[in-house]
């Protein structure tokens, strides 16, 4: 694929309509207000693939170096050699298409770093705007104004803000890439008014940022300001760095370093103003998580998890498992632990230590390689500081389990590792002697067979999650027999099981069937009205002594809900 013939459909538009096209298709999935049935991001994630599919189509695509195919490639590979025994390809299946298209996303990238600035303005420009939408968008929410404008967006409780990205910490590392892309733009741009506007623009991230109260955002603040300000001293020490014959330029060091206190002093404002009693991001450095909720004992947990099977770990998608059936010596994480909120870590306790090291070594390894600290082309840069403020936060949480950071990921695997000069793109036309088969028409169909993914999961997804609505707002086909037709679905299977063991009484006649549904379903979410199920069935079938087993870990995990199962009330909230 090379990015010297751009697609027919971009070709018939102005160059700032198609330049809008890219970046309104970058900013999408971070704004899409789309949310129903039993997973919240599901319409986030196929909203992103859209796009991807329409990117493939908008922008002239090329082929990233082989290292990114290598490294994805074994990802996936790893992905389906490790799952559970328990799981069906329902388990597996979502994470091989997702990094297929991160593999397709970074053929896209590898074409915005052929195309040069003015193919790589979407990506920032894109970012950005999803970031300054989002800003205000989080600041209504944070005083309680966001009524109005659902369902485009959701309504939190008083101080909290998180745009369309119903997390705080996506939140800010959506602002923290808006920056990067904002000096960016800066850099790049010779007038002095868009300028003007770019500083406004940073401002408000500022404030957003200190109303996310995200410590992951405020070491990506600290991370960015301090890389740009030490990029704007070399570039004032006299080391060229040219884009196109016009000189990159940030702000001066000075400048830069003041976002930190200018950013603390919005922070203990931002609570000040509110109606009501708010946490601000003081509050939280000062008092830290509450409780048993930190990061030390949920790493501990997992770090008890690995020892115990360091080399095959437990399978993938079976850490709420292992969380759950495991008794640690010492404190304990009291949520549901389906992600040790560090990817080095989620990859060693579900596939083992060398897949872990194999995969978050190989990409380090692919960094050294690259001397990021060498760099001196701007639109590299800016994709150095979006990659790293995503792998921060994997440090911290889970970014890359959602579509529009997956997005940014790919875009910048292959802005960052494009395939070596002309050769790469020759020699691929080599492997093509048909013509429906070189490269812009690969993209297009690279692009169809996207779209029908996302049409059939789309459809698959309406049907199954008629059964999670009340009778009388399901489609008219789904309003008797729901899950009996919902049984069909293969790609949501383990959200059908939840819903019949949730919905179906446990009697004599059924127990056997239910203890094996119960037991299927404690490996995709061991919650407390999945283990009643398993425990009452148990003891319809005279197991006792699993049944009493299953008692104390329910006890040990919930104990809460473990309380009111015993006096007789509900564990948590209604079954769909």
């Known amino acids: 694929m090379t990015s010297r013939a751009a697609p027919a459909e971009a070709a018939a538009l102005s160059p700032k309509a198609v330049g809008a096209l890219r970046a309104g298709l970058v900013a999408f999935p971070f704004l899409c207000p789309l949310v129903a049935g039993p997973s919240v991001q599901a319409w986030q994630l196929l909203a992103t693939w859209v796009c991807l599919a329409a990117m493939l189509l908008a922008v002239p695509v090329a082929v990233p170096a082989r290292g990114i195919w290598a490294w994805l490639g074994a990802g996936a590979a790893a992905v389906v050699l490790f799952s559970s025994p328990h799981a069906t390809a329902a388990a597996w299946l979502p994470a091989v298409v997702v990094l297929a298209a991160m593999a397709a996303a970074a053929c896209v990238g590898a074409g915005m770093a052929r195309g040069g600035p003015a193919v790589s303005e979407g990506l920032a420009v894109g970012v950005l705007a999803a970031g300054l939408v989002s800003a205000v968008l989080g600041l209504l929410q944070y005083y309680g104004l966001a009524e109005p404008l659902v369902p485009w967006t959701t309504?939190?409780?008083?101080?909290?803000?998180?745009?369309?990205?119903?997390?705080?910490?996506?939140?800010?590392?959506?602002?923290?890439?808006?920056?990067?892309?904002?000096?960016?733009?800066?850099?790049?741009?010779?007038?002095?008014?868009?300028?003007?506007?770019?500083?406004?623009?940073a401002l408000l991230l500022l404030v957003a940022a200190a109303a996310s109260t995200s410590r992951t955002g405020l070491l990506q603040l600290l991370s960015i300001v301090?890389?740009?300000?030490?990029?704007?001293?070399?570039?004032?020490?006299?080391?060229?760095?040219?884009?196109?014959?016009?000189?990159?330029?940030?702000?001066?060091?000075?400048?830069?370093?003041?976002?930190v206190p200018v950013y603390f002093a919005i922070a203990w404002v931002l609570p000040q103003l509110a109606a009501g009693e708010v946490e601000g991001m003081m509050q939280r450095l000062q008092e830290g998580a509450p409780g048993d909720h930190t990061r030390m004992i949920l790493w501990r947990n997992v770090l008890s998890l690995i020892a115990a099977h360091p080399l095959a770990g437990w399978g993938w998608g079976e850490l709420?498992?292992?969380?759950?059936?495991?008794?640690?010596?010492?404190?304990?994480?009291?949520e549901i632990l389906d992600n040790a909120h560090n990817l080095p870590l989620h990859l060693a306790?579900?596939?083992?230590?060398?897949?872990?090291?194999?995969?978050?070594?190989?990409?380090?390894?692919?960094?050294m390689a690259a001397r990021p600290w060498r760099e001196r082309d701007p639109v590299r840069l800016m994709a150095w500081g979006m990659l790293g403020a995503i792998a921060l936060h994997s440090l911290l949480e889970y970014p890359l389990w959602y579509g529009p950071f997956q997005l940014v990921f790919g875009?910048?695997?292959?802005?960052?590792?494009?395939?070596?000069?002309t050769a790469a793109a020759s020699s691929l036309r080599q492997c093509f002697t048909a013509r429906w088969l070189e490269p812009p028409i690969l993209s297009s169909v690279a692009a169809a067979v996207l779209m029908a993914a996302v049409g059939y999961a789309a459809w698959d997804y309406i049907r199954i999650s008629q059964i999670y609505l009340p009778r009388d707002e399901r489609l008219p086909a789904y309003e008797d027999g729901t899950l009996a037709k919902a049984k069909k679905s293969w790609l949501f299977a383990r959200q059908v099981d939840f819903a019949e063991l949730t919905l179906t009484a446990v009697t004599p006649a059924n127990a056997a069937a239910m203890h094996s549904?119960?037991?299927?379903?404690?490996?995709?979410?061991?919650?407390?009205?999945?283990i009643v199920k398993l425990i009452e069935s148990a003891e319809l079938m005279g197991q006792g002594e699993a049944a009493r087993d299953q008692a104390e870990r329910f006890r040990i995990a919930f104990p809460?809900?473990?309380?009111?199962?015993l006096k007789g009330l509900p564990v948590d909230g209604q079954a769909p």
């Open 226 to 259: 301090g890389v740009a300000a030490f990029i704007a001293r070399r570039e004032r020490r006299g080391v060229p760095a040219e884009h196109a014959g016009t000189p990159f330029s940030l702000p001066p060091p000075l400048v830069l370093l003041a976002m």
């Open 155 to 201: 309504t939190p409780a008083l101080g909290q803000a998180y745009g369309n990205l119903r997390q705080r910490n996506q939140f800010a590392t959506l602002i923290s890439m808006a920056l990067v892309a904002a000096l960016w733009i800066h850099a790049a741009q010779p007038s002095a008014r868009i300028r003007r506007w770019l500083v406004a623009a």
């Open 349 to 367: 306790v579900e596939m083992g230590i060398p897949v872990s090291v194999l995969v978050c070594g190989g990409f380090l390894w692919m960094v």
């Open 320 to 334: 709420a498992f292992a969380h759950y059936s495991t008794l640690y010596d010492g404190p304990r994480f009291p």
């Open 411 to 421: 875009l910048c695997l292959g802005m960052l590792w494009p395939a070596r000069g």
């Open 560 to 565: 809460a809900e473990y309380e009111r199962w």
């Open 517 to 530: 549904l119960a037991e299927r379903t404690l490996h995709f979410s061991p919650e407390p009205r999945v």
